[in-house]
C-alpha cells in the first residue's frame, strides 16, 4: 500500500472524507464517507500521522498543498509535506506544491529520521504557520525569535493579509512548516500562551515529530547576480532587470520590484557568470514554480520573489552552471545553501 499525508486542509471539519484514513502504521482510523467531528478528533487524526492510500484519486482543491508520499510499513514514517522557504527555485517552495520524488528516492528519504537541528532554525528565521481548518485561511508567515529546547518554540504572531491578528486560543493545535538547504519540513505543535506585551508573540509547544522531504535534486549557492528577463511568450523585446540571489544546475530564485509572470509561464533570462576568471554568457529558458510577495515592506526581503525551473537546458550551458556552482562550493563554502 503507498501511503500519502494528510493535511488539515484534507480533513476538514464536518465533513466525510472521500477514502479511508489509516494511522502512520497503516492501521485504519476512519473509514471512507466517515466524518471528521470537530478540531479534537481532526487534531487526533493528523497527531496519529493521518494518510491515505495514494492510488487513489483524490479532489482537486484550490490553494492546497500537494500532499507528500509517505513511507512504506517496513520502514519509521519520517516523510512529509514540505513547509516554504525562504529560497525558491525548480518548484521548491515550501509554500507551493512539493514535487514527488521518484519511489526509489522516496523509500530512502523515508529511512531517514529528522530531529529538531536538522531544520537549523535560526533567530529571524520565516516559518509559516497553517491556522486551524476551522478559520478558512491560508498559511500565514512568522519569524523565529527563539527557543527554549524541550520546552518551546517562540514565533512573532501572525497577522491576516488583511492586517488583523490571527485569532488563535491557547492549546489549539497549528501545522508549522520549514526549509533548510535541501530539504522542507513540517511538524505539528500546540499553543502554549498568546503573549502581547512587550510585544505580541506567541509561545508554541517544542516540534518533537517532525516529518521532512528532499524537495532539491542539486546544491544551490547564493549569488548576486543582475540578470535580463522578458517574457518569451511576448512579441515585445522590452526587457525588464532582476537579481538572481541563488542558483542551482537546475533553477534559479529570482528576485524583482515586480512580478514576471504568473506559474507556469515561461521567462527568457540572460546573464552572465565568472567561471576561473572568465565571463561566460548565459540565455536560458525558465518556467515559473512559486511566487512569493513580500508582505513586509520595511524587511530587508524582496518584493517579489520567483522560483524558476529551467528548460531545455544546453548541455553545454549545464556544465557551465555546474562548474560555476561546484567553484562557489570550494571556493566559498559560506555561500552554499
Known amino acids: 500500500m503507498s501511503l500519502m499525508f494528510a493535511s488539515s486542509s484534507d480533513l476538514v471539519i464536518g465533513k466525510p472524507v472521500p477514502w479511508a484514513v489509516y494511522d502512520e502504521s497503516q492501521n485504519p482510523i476512519l473509514g471512507q464517507g466517515e466524518i471528521v467531528r470537530d478540531a479534537k478528533h481532526q487534531a487526533d487524526l493528523?497527531?496519529?500521522g493521518a494518510c491515505y492510500e495514494a492510488s487513489l484519486e483524490v479532489p482537486v482543491m484550490d490553494n492546497v498543498e500537494a500532499p507528500i508520499p509517505a513511507k512504506p510499513a517496513s520502514a519509521k514514517v519520517a516523510a512529509v509535506s514540505p513547509m516554504p522557504p525562504a529560497n525558491l527555485g525548480e518548484a521548491e517552495s515550501p509554500f507551493a506544491a512539493?514535487?514527488?520524488?521518484?519511489?526509489?528516492?522516496?523509500?530512502?528519504?523515508?529511512?531517514?529520521?529528522?530531529?529538531?537541528?536538522?531544520?537549523?532554525?535560526?533567530?529571524?528565521?520565516?516559518?509559516?504557520?497553517?491556522?486551524?481548518?476551522?478559520?478558512?485561511?491560508?498559511?500565514?508567515?512568522?519569524?523565529?525569535l527563539g527557543y527554549l529546547r524541550g520546552a518551546s518554540l517562540i514565533v512573532t504572531t501572525p497577522f491576516t493579509p488583511t492586517g488583523q491578528r490571527l485569532q488563535l486560543i491557547e492549546n489549539e493545535t497549528v501545522v508549522m512548516r520549514s526549509f533548510s538547504g535541501q530539504n522542507a519540513f513540517a511538524f505539528a505543535c500546540n499553543v502554549v500562551r498568546i503573549c502581547r506585551l512587550p510585544y505580541e508573540y506567541l509561545h508554541l509547544s517544542f516540534p518533537e515529530n517532525i516529518q521532512g522531504m528532499m524537495i532539491r535534486k542539486a546544491p544551490r549557492v547564493k549569488t548576486r547576480i543582475i540578470a535580463a528577463v522578458h517574457d518569451s511568450h511576448s512579441a515585445s523585446d522590452k526587457q525588464t532587470s532582476a537579481l538572481i540571489s541563488d542558483i542551482s544546475a537546475k533553477g534559479i530564485s529570482l528576485d524583482s520590484k515586480q512580478q514576471l509572470g504568473e506559474k507556469g509561464e515561461v521567462l527568457n533570462i540572460a546573464f552572465r557568470v565568472q567561471l576561473h576568471n572568465v565571463e561566460a554568457f548565459l540565455a536560458l529558458k525558465g518556467v515559473i514554480r512559486a511566487v512569493i510577495k513580500n508582505d513586509e515592506p520595511d524587511s530587508k526581503s524582496p518584493p517579489v520573489r520567483h522560483g524558476i525551473e529551467f528548460q531545455d537546458l544546453p548541455s553545454n550551458d549545464s556544465v557551465v552552471l555546474q562548474s560555476m556552482i561546484y567553484q562557489q562550493m570550494i571556493e566559498n563554502p559560506d555561500k552554499l545553501m
Open 98 to 144: 512539493a514535487k514527488v520524488l521518484p519511489e526509489q528516492a522516496a523509500v530512502d528519504q523515508a529511512n531517514k529520521q529528522y530531529t529538531f537541528d536538522d531544520m537549523r532554525l535560526k533567530v529571524e528565521d520565516r516559518l509559516l504557520l497553517e491556522p486551524p481548518a476551522k478559520l478558512g485561511l491560508d498559511k500565514l508567515p512568522v519569524r523565529v
Open 46 to 48: 493528523l497527531a496519529a
